[in-house]
C-alpha cells in the first residue's frame, strides 16, 4: 500500500473511533459498572460506633499494654518524694537559658500556668491566695533555688502535695522550658546542684 493509501486509511481508522466512542457513550450521571465495589469502598465505623468485629463491640480500641506515645521517652520515676530527689540527680534539663526562644517560650508557660497561684514574680503571692487560697512557697527565695532542675522537673510532672501534676496540660519540653524561665527570676543565678 502507499504511504498515501495508508495515511488515509489511519485518518479513517481515527475518525471512525471517534464515531464509535460517540455511539456508545453513557449517561454520566450513571455510576460505572463495578466488579469489586468492596475493594472501592471498604465498610467504616465511626470511632464511637458500636462495632461487631471486636470482641468488646468498641471500635475505638485501647492502645495494647506498653504502647509508648511517639517522641514521648517515658522517665523511670514513681511520684514518690525519694523519686522527687533522684530525679533531682539524674535529670538534666535539655535546653539552657542560652537557647533561643527558651526564656520566652518559658514566660508564656509561667504566666498561663503558674501566675494564678505563684504570681508573676513567683513570689508566692498570685491571685488565687486574695482568694482564701493558702499562698504557695516563693519560688525566688526558700527551698526552690536550692533544687536541681530534675526535682522541679519531677514536681511539674507528678504535682507536690497541694500543687498538682502539670504533664497533661504542660508537655516534657515546655516544663524544661519554664524550669528556666523561674530560675531567670531568681536573683542569683547559681545553678545549684543538679
Ligand atoms: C493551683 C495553684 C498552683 C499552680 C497553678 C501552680 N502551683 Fe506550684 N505550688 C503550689 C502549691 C500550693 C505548692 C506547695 C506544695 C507543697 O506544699 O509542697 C507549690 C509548689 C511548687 C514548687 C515547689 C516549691 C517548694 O518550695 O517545694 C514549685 C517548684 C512549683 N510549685 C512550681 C510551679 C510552676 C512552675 C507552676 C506552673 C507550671 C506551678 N507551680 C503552678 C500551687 C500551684
Redesign the pocket.
Known amino acids: 500500500m502507499s504511504a498515501r493509501g495508508l495515511n488515509l486509511l489511519l485518518v479513517v481508522a481515527f475518525v471512525a473511533s471517534f464515531g464509535v466512542m460517540w455511539a456508545a457513550r453513557r449517561d454520566v450521571h450513571q455510576r460505572n459498572l463495578e466488579y469489586f465495589p468492596d475493594m472501592a469502598r471498604g465498610p467504616r465505623y465511626d470511632a464511637f460506633e458500636a462495632n461487631p468485629v471486636f470482641p468488646d463491640g468498641r471500635t475505638l480500641q485501647p492502645p495494647p499494654e506498653g504502647v509508648i506515645a511517639r517522641g514521648l521517652v517515658p522517665t523511670h520515676f514513681s511520684a514518690s518524694t525519694a523519686d522527687a530527689e533522684r530525679a533531682g540527680r539524674e535529670l538534666v534539663n535539655p535546653f539552657s537559658a542560652n537557647d533561643a526562644g527558651v526564656l520566652t517560650r518559658g514566660r508564656q508557660?509561667?504566666e498561663s500556668?503558674?501566675t494564678?497561684?505563684?504570681g508573676a514574680g513567683a513570689q508566692g503571692d498570685?491571685p488565687?491566695t486574695r482568694r482564701g487560697?493558702?499562698p504557695?512557697?516563693s519560688?525566688i527565695t526558700?527551698?526552690?533555688p536550692t533544687?536541681g532542675d530534675g526535682q522541679?522537673f519531677h514536681?511539674?510532672t507528678f504535682g507536690?502535695?497541694?500543687?498538682?501534676s502539670?504533664a497533661a496540660q504542660?508537655d516534657r519540653e515546655d516544663?524544661w522550658r519554664?524550669?528556666l524561665y523561674?530560675r531567670s527570676l531568681q536573683p542569683t543565678q547559681a545553678s545549684p546542684a543538679r
Open positions: 508557660v509561667f500556668f503558674c494564678p497561684c505563684h498570685g488565687v487560697v493558702p504557695p512557697p519560688l526558700g527551698r526552690t533544687l522541679l514536681i511539674l507536690q502535695n497541694n500543687m498538682a502539670y504542660i516544663r519554664v524550669i523561674v
